[in-house]
């Protein structure tokens, strides 16, 4: 749980900052879109990754055991009858 509170806080973080920032003209206001869009890109980015990765683990079920496989030789196939 560590690694997802650390990544929560992180884009959470961002998210605040462009709140902060947001005024109605000056550098304060580039600087609080940058924040924004920053926040923005991780979430779908991050949202992307995983549903990437979630989808590839098939939603995480295990799949079926194996079928052990017939030998290979097996028997020989029938020759013609021997006549005595």
Same mark, same amino acid.
């Given at each position: 749980?560590?690694?997802?509170?650390?990544?929560?806080?992180l884009v959470g973080l961002l998210l605040v900052a462009g709140a902060i920032?947001?005024?109605?003209?000056?550098? +304060? /206001?580039?600087? *609080?879109?940058?924040?924004?869009?920053?926040?923005?890109?991780?979430?779908? !980015?991050?949202?992307?990754? $995983?549903?990437?990765?979630?989808?590839? +683990? /098939?939603?995480? *079920?295990?799949?079926?055991?194996?079928?052990?496989?017939?030998?290979?030789? !097996?028997?020989?196939?029938? $020759?013609?009858?021997?006549?005595?």
């Amino acid at each position: 749980m560590g690694p997802i509170t650390v990544g929560t806080l992180l884009v959470g973080l961002l998210l605040v900052a462009g709140a902060i920032l947001a005024v109605p003209q000056g550098p +304060s /206001r580039t600087l *609080s879109l940058f924040f924004t869009m920053l926040g923005v890109l991780l979430i779908a !980015g991050l949202s992307t990754i $995983g549903t990437g990765a979630l989808l590839l +683990s /098939r939603l995480g *079920s295990k799949g079926a055991a194996p079928v052990p496989a017939a030998p290979a030789g !097996g028997t020989p196939p029938a $020759g013609p009858a021997a006549v005595a």
